[in-house]
């Protein structure tokens, strides 16, 4: 007979709790759309001012579309050698970017499974490449760079960018390495493969998303990067896009359509590599929150 009374105040108490999680949260969609408005507008500015002339930039309202929209900023671009500085940049990343993903990997993977003093001693190694800023090493990098040859040439950025990239990229994929079960390796180890092996078929695949995740970090800082193509190249012929887009921007300051639609070709590849790599890149991000 008692046990009667206690399922029916079992029921509100389930009902109460369905309510709840059904709710709508008002308030965080308003802050959403507020966030993506603030976001979008920008980016809607830029793009449809790089489809004007300079008279219909003056003259027009600010956020009025183009009609019809002019490509002639972008012709303005291509025809300035811009096309030269993309080309060193889509090199500088990608030469950046790969070695920093494979020799993150192997590293993370020897830290991880193994043991010993000299692997503890590398990790340590690595996390202190966490607390150097690049700004304090600039002079001994310029120095190095100037002994072995590679001044004013894209190897010069490429170096320095493997370098700064490996200590984070070994700590990301560290976490995401101690997260995989212990048994798979047992598994596998019974099946006669090698740490060699396990770490090509094994580790690799589940680790992607935390590759694509250090791939699209990476490049996004390489491609962006400023004080080494700055310090390290002089020629225009080793510009890369950051480079490329000050100088276009001091020869066409007034030319504020052209200076956009600069900024629009810079910014293309990171998007389009985003869009490829999204949901690996979302599933690196969120990995070990359930946890």
């Not at 308003?30 to 930039?57: C, E, H, M, N, R």
């Not at 002079?139 to 040439?153: A, F, N, Q, S, V």
């Not at 092996?197 to 400023?226: C, D, H, K, S």
């Amino acid at each position: 007979m008692s046990a009667t009374p206690t399922m029916k105040r079992a029921v509100p108490a389930a009902r109460t709790t369905s309510r709840g999680v059904g709710a709508k949260n008002w308030v965080g969609g308003a802050f959403g759309w507020l966030w993506f408005l603030a976001v979008s507008l920008p980016i809607y500015y830029v793009v449809i001012t790089s489809l004007k002339d300079q008279g219909a930039y003056f003259t027009s309202n600010p956020l009025s579309l183009p009609i019809p929209p002019n490509f002639t900023p972008y012709q303005e671009v291509l025809d300035n050698n811009i096309a030269t500085y993309f080309f060193n940049s889509v090199w500088v990343t990608v030469g950046s970017v790969v070695p920093i993903v494979l020799f993150s990997f192997m590293a993370s993977y020897a830290i991880v499974r193994g043991s010993g003093r000299f692997l503890r001693f590398t990790n340590g190694l690595f996390l202190m490449g966490l607390a150097i800023p690049i700004q304090a090493t600039i002079i001994p990098i310029y120095l190095m760079i100037t002994k072995m040859g590679l001044y004013d040439t894209l190897w010069a950025v490429i170096l320095p960018s493997i370098a700064f990239g490996i200590p984070l990229s070994v700590l990301i994929m560290s976490n995401f390495l101690r997260d995989i079960p212990n048994e798979l390796f047992e598994s596998m180890r019974l099946d006669g493969l090698s740490n060699w092996q396990m770490m090509w078929r094994l580790a690799l695949p589940l680790t992607m998303p935390a590759m694509v995740t250090v791939a699209i970090y990476n490049g996004l800082n390489v491609w962006n990067g400023f004080l080494f193509p700055l310090i390290l190249t002089q020629s225009p012929d080793t510009r890369v896009m950051p480079l490329g887009l000050w100088a276009f921007q001091g020869e066409y300051q007034v030319n504020i359509p052209a200076v956009l639609a600069a900024v629009v070709l810079s910014t293309m590849p990171i998007l389009l590599l985003y869009i490829v790599g999204r949901r690996q890149l979302l599933s690196g991000l969120t990995a070990g929150i359930g946890k």
